[in-house]
């Protein structure tokens, strides 16, 4: 499961192909959620999270900004993120010193 004490927003994407403002491959057929969202993202019918948003202060719309929806909703903007990925079924080492 992703990111436990915020909530798996990306379950809603998966499977999805990764959407831009010049390719859309988002299911939404009235809007380009990549456009709306100003950002690159593996959006279904838009997005319940978007990291690739642009870096906003102004916590006014959703559809600007990089937002998590399952941590303190639409609205709240994400100051800063890191997306890791390691390949399916990797094993996960922690050091013990960290």
């Known amino acids: 499961m992703c990111c436990p004490s915020k909530g798996n927003a990306l379950k809603y994407h998966v499977g999805m192909m990764f959407s831009t403002k010049d390719q859309d491959h988002d299911r939404s057929i009235t809007r380009h959620c990549s456009h709306l969202d100003k950002g690159g993202w593996w959006y279904n019918r838009c997005g319940k999270a978007n990291l690739n948003g642009q870096y906003l202060v102004d916590e006014t719309t959703k559809n600007s900004g990089m937002y998590w929806s399952t941590w303190e909703g639409f ?12 390949e399916h079924g990797a094993r996960v080492s922690i050091a013990a010193n960290q």
Do not use: D, P, S, T
Request: a positive charge; aromatic letters at 0%; zero cysteines.
């Open 75 to 86: 609205k709240h903007l994400v100051k800063g993120a890191e997306m890791k990925i390691r």
